[in-house]
C-alpha cells in the first residue's frame, strides 16, 4: 500500500513552462514533507521541504503548495529549463521518526 | 563536503551468493537508511537503524539484513541473492533530532543477479 501517491509518472514541457507534480497522503501523522531531486546517475539530493502549518514554500524557481485539508501538496517549477530535467520525489516523514516514505517519482523532460 | 560513500557502483553476482553492499558517511549522523530503487516503484525503504547495532524493517526487509558496529558504517547484506534483488541500492544518513532533516544519499550500487 502506497502511503504517498505521486502524479504523473512522466511529465514533458516546453522551456518556459511550469510543470506541477501532485501528492497525496492519507496519514495525518506525517509532519515533514521534502522533496527531492534526481539526475540520471547521482541519488537523490533534497530540493526543497514544507511542514503542514504552511500553505506555501518557495525557494528560486521551485514553490510547495500544501493543502492539509485535502492531504495534498504540489511542486510548482516556474520558467523551466532543460537543465530541471531530472526525476522528482515528493517524501513524507512520520513524526517521532526518521522514516521518511517517498512516492513512485516524476521523470521530468524540459525540452528546449 | 557532506559524504555518503557506496563501496561499488556497479555489481554482478550470481544466484544464492551472499552479498555485502556497504555505505560510510562522514557527517557523523545517527540514522542511516537502506533503499532499493526500482522503475515505476520509486524508492522503498529496506532497514534503517538510528544508532550503532540498533535496526528497524522497513517496508520491504524480506531477503535483507543489515549491520551497524560503528557509526559510520552501514551494510546491507542479502543473505542468498535472488534475481527480483536486481535493483539500484541507495543508502542514505540523516540527522536524528525533531523536526525535518535532510537526508543525504550516495550515488548508489547497481546490483545485478544472474
Known amino acids: 500500500q502506497q502511503q504517498v501517491k505521486q502524479s504523473p509518472q512522466s511529465l514533458i514541457v516546453q522551456k518556459g513552462g511550469i510543470p506541477i507534480i501532485n501528492c497525496a497522503y492519507e496519514?495525518?501523522?506525517?509532519?515533514?514533507f521534502p522533496w527531492y531531486q534526481q539526475f540520471p546517475g547521482k541519488g537523490p539530493a533534497l530540493l526543497i521541504a514544507i511542514r503542514p502549518d504552511v500553505s506555501e514554500k518557495k525557494e528560486g524557481r521551485f514553490t510547495i503548495s500544501f493543502n492539509k485539508s485535502a492531504k495534498q501538496f504540489s511542486l510548482h517549477i516556474m520558467d523551466s529549463q532543460p537543465g530541471d530535467s531530472a526525476t522528482y520525489f515528493c517524501a513524507a516523514r512520520l513524526g517521532g521518526y526518521q522514516k521518511v516514505t517517498f512516492g513512485i517519482g516524476t521523470k521530468l523532460q524540459v525540452i528546449p | 563536503d557532506v559524504k555518503v560513500t557506496q563501496s561499488s557502483r556497479y555489481l554482478v553476482k550470481r544466484t544464492g551468493e551472499k552479498v555485502f553492499l556497504e555505505c560510510v558517511q562522514d557527517m557523523d549522523h545517527e540514522n542511516m537508511f537502506w533503499y532499493r530503487q526500482d522503475p515505476g516503484l520509486g524508492l522503498r525503504l529496506i532497514y534503517f537503524s538510528y544508532d550503532v547495532k540498533m535496526k528497524e524493517k522497513g517496508d520491504i526487509p524480506e531477503g535483507y539484513s543489515v549491520s551497524r558496529e560503528k557509526k559510520e558504517r552501514f551494510s546491507l547484506i542479502l543473505e542468498s541473492a535472488s534475481t527480483n534483488q536486481t535493483s539500484m541500492y541507495l543508502c542514505a544518513s540523516s540527522l536524528s533530532g525533531t523536526g525535518g532533516t535532510e537526508a543525504f544519499f550516495g550515488q548508489g550500487t547497481r546490483l545485478t543477479v544472474v
Open positions: 496519514n495525518t501523522a506525517f509532519d515533514y
